[in-house]
Each structure stands twice: as C-alpha cells, then as structure tokens.
C-alpha cells in the first residue's frame, strides 16, 4: 500500500550528472524525513543525504559534500548529483522516517525503502 518509487538512474563518464527522483504514495502519516542512502557490491549501505520534513535541517555525506544537492517538494524527493566520480557506482535507495524533527542517525529508524536505482559512473 505505502510505497517509495525511484528513478533517475543510469549510466554516465565520469564528471558527469544525473538528477535521482523519489515518489511517495499511500503514506498515511503526516511528517516523515527523507533520505538516500547508495550500496555498492561488497559494501555496506550507507547514507549519502537527508531532509528534514520542514527542510530547515539536511545531512549530507563528507563524500558528496559540494557535489550532491538534496531537496524535496509535497511527496517527492530529489538528488542532484554534479561531478559524478566512479567510486559513487551504486545501487540507491530513497527512504522515509517518521519524524518532524532532524533526520535519524540509525538506518534502522526508517520504516519505509524503495526498491532502488542503480547509478553507474565509468571512468
């Protein structure tokens, strides 16, 4: 019933960009952050940025600090992402948790996953 779709994905050279998209339907709650998260074959999942439900608080990775954009509009989440390097080939996720407040530090506090775009980068 609740879901998150993503798209966006693909494949680019190294330098290029790529704009992610993330849509939430049948969400019954009210306030949710939002966030990406990227895993790449053999790692962790880790988070590469978040939004709080007002957008006054945002997280953003060491990694992708001045490279990567983060936003949102009603249900719809957004990552801009400039100056893509081999090491960002992943598959990523959109996320949502339900707070009002800052974004959550554990991965584990986000009740609801999409299933996921795959970014390639070739060098």
């Known amino acids: 019933q609740e879901k998150l779709v993503e798209s966006g994905g693909g494949s680019v050279q190294a330098g290029g960009s790529l704009r992610l998209s993330c849509t939430a339907s049948?969400?019954?709650?009210?306030?949710?952050?939002m966030g990406w998260f990227r895993q790449a074959p053999g790692k962790e999942r880790e988070g590469v940025s978040c939004?709080?439900?007002?957008?006054?608080s945002t997280y953003s990775a060491d990694s992708v600090k001045g490279r990567f954009t983060i936003s949102r509009a009603g249900n719809r989440l957004y990552l801009q992402m400039n100056t893509l390097k081999p090491e960002d080939t992943a598959m990523y996720y959109c996320?949502?948790?339900?707070?009002?407040?800052?974004?959550?530090?554990?991965?584990?506090?986000?009740?609801?996953w999409g299933q996921g775009t795959q970014v390639t980068v070739s060098s």
């Open positions: 939004i709080s439900w007002s957008g006054g």
């Open positions: 049948g969400l019954t709650f009210r306030y949710y952050a």
């Open positions: 996320a949502a948790a339900l707070t009002r407040g800052a974004c959550p530090t554990d991965q584990y506090e986000f009740e609801y």
